[in-house]
């Protein structure tokens, strides 16, 4: 019997192993970069796996190891494709000179940005707190190498009150400038 336990925790242990590195990773949310969408201390899980088989969209929220010092994570939320041109102006945001219209933000953005061409194999994110978030509008962080992000974030599992799937936001395109 103690030899069936052992054999079932390792089989367990591995099995535990083989997902942390290849399908999805717990992650914790550390300060209000995200809010209203998402609340510091909220743990969510990471789906690893699906950008091998497909890109990050527009609207993705994504975690992504801070530039400067890799063993820190960051999570923004995607606004910028390779080939974008991004520019914020009178608090609001436009990506190829077309405004787009966010539902989920904190408010308008104070301050204006850009234009800015994100290059190949990069991504340009913004938290949704726009006025309190360290982003790509900075330059300690600036646009995100593709390699960089580590993954999609899909599922908050605490609080239990507002557990549940973490859907990418449908960016709405609301008019030409």
């Known amino acids: 019997m103690l030899r069936e336990f052992a054999r079932t925790m390792a089989g367990a242990f591995v099995l535990a192993i ?6 999805a990773r717990a992650f914790t949310v550390d300060g209000p970069s995200m809010q209203p969408t998402l609340q510091s201390g909220e743990r969510l899980l990471i789906d690893k796996i699906s ?9 993705d929220v994504v975690v992504f190891r801070y530039p400067s010092d890799p ?3 960051y999570i923004k939320r995607v606004v910028g494709l390779p080939g974008d041109t991004v520019q914020i102006a009178g ?7 077309i405004l787009i219209k966010e539902e989920y933000t904190s408010g308008p953005i104070v301050g204006d940005f850009g234009p800015l061409v994100v290059p190949p194999g990069e991504y340009f994110v913004l938290g949704d707190n726009r006025n309190n978030s360290e982003d790509s ?19 908050r599992y605490w609080p239990l009150s507002r557990s549940g799937r973490i859907d990418s936001a449908a960016v709405a395109w609301a008019s030409t400038r």
């Open 71 to 73: 063993r820190q994570y």
């Open 91 to 97: 608090g609001e945001l436009y990506i190829n000179g």
């Open 137 to 155: 509008r900075s330059r300690r962080v600036g646009t995100i190498p593709r390699e960089s992000i580590v993954g999609k974030a899909f599922v």
């Open 51 to 59: 950008y091998r088989f497909r890109e990050p969209q527009r609207g």
């Open 18 to 23: 083989l997902v942390i590195l290849f399908v």
